[in-house]
């Protein structure tokens, strides 16, 4: 049999859930009826694609709209920084209560994946691969010794498999934007801290392999350095750049891998001295950082950044004629914040 590409990769873990959900419906077998709800975001999915889905396993199956005396079945699909999460709460006729969740990498691989558990839950006899389709004349034939009114059903004759190529893996573009807290070590005699606004698109898919391009603009200062010829105040805008192709999710959190390149510029002012002064000089950095998120729901999360990379520029500076700072070998980066994503 041929899946759909999408699909195939959801078969493994939707029909064993599927399969514990069939003995609870044993009692409806005989009539199967059944109330559905659907709660998707507009343009993800709808009750009547889900329906359709459902009769396309099982033409068995009546869908009610008054819930007395059937199982209530109500749908979610969310879409999140983690992916598709769905999830399947039914409510039996006499009060007993399950529920089956899943991630996708699609709102249609949600939707048909809800769809096979809906279609075994209320009728265990429903195909599990390719969805039962409606009877049609070649399903029956009529013997020559019977009248015409007597049909048997013939046995459906197995097929060997046909090779197919690799599923290709379905990828969600997304768009999200995020302002939080930063601080840097390495450029200045103490920490610089400040506040930033990054802005990430990432082509998420159910792999690894899921690349995302983050841009982050950031303007920091440190407290005032006081020396023995003077007190040095220093100041920092800072462009980050990083290329995450590797992506692990979780249903509780996402961690990225990137390669960071920084570019910026590094001030200084020199008072409290015979001869104030002040120096503005280019900053760029080298290196990798790593990137967290914990979604706080369908749109929200926490975002965090840590980070190191090689100074390309080691300015000094003095209060002439001393040398009381030298930017760096390493500097590190870290921040904390909250994004949301328009996707």
Not at 44 to 50: A, K, N, P, V
Request: glycine residues 6%; proline residues 8%; aromatic residues 4%.
């Amino acid at each position: 049999m041929r899946l759909r590409s999408e699909h195939a990769i959801f078969l493994a873990v939707v029909v064993p859930l599927a399969a514990v959900a069939a003995p609870a419906s044993t009692a409806w077998a005989q009539s199967p009826a059944a109330r559905l709800e659907l709660e998707a975001q507009p343009g993800c999915s709808t009750r009547d694609e889900l329906i359709a889905r459902v009769m396309s396993r099982s033409t068995r199956i009546r869908f009610v709209q008054d819930g007395a005396g059937v199982p209530i079945l109500t749908a979610r699909i969310e879409v999140g920084f983690r992916g598709v999460v769905a999830q399947l709460d039914v409510v039996e006729p006499d009060g007993r209560k399950f529920s089956r969740r899943l991630e996708a990498p699609s709102c249609a691989a949600a939707t048909d994946a809800l769809a096979l558990v809906v279609a075994i839950t209320l009728d265990p006899s429903a195909a599990t691969a390719d969805g039962a389709k409606p009877p049609d004349t070649s399903a029956t034939t009529a013997k020559p010794d019977q009248p015409p009114d007597a049909k048997v059903r013939e046995t459906p004759v197995e097929r060997v498999p046909e090779p197919e190529e690799a599923p290709a893996i379905a990828a969600t573009r997304r768009l999200a934007v995020g302002v939080m807290g930063e601080v840097v070590s390495g450029p200045a005699p103490a920490l610089l801290a400040g506040a930033g606004i990054e802005v990430q698109a990432s082509l998420d898919r159910a792999s690894p392999w899921s690349p995302a391009i983050v841009l982050t603009l950031a303007h920091l200062w440190s407290a005032d350095s006081t020396e023995a010829a003077g007190v040095a105040e220093f100041s920092m805008d800072l462009l980050t750049l990083d290329l995450c192709p590797l992506r692990l999710a979780a249903s509780w959190v996402e961690a990225r891998a990137c390669a960071a390149g920084s570019l910026g510029r590094l001030a200084a002012q020199g008072t409290n001295t015979y001869t104030p002064m002040s120096s503005s000089r280019p900053f760029a950095t080298a290196g990798a950082t790593a990137r967290l998120a914990l979604p706080l729901g369908s749109r929200v999360a926490i975002l965090a950044r840590f980070g190191a990379g090689a100074t390309l520029w080691r300015d000094a500076f003095e209060f002439i004629p001393t040398v009381f700072h030298r930017v760096g070998s390493v500097t590190l980066v870290g921040d904390v914040g909250v994004g949301v994503q328009f996707q």
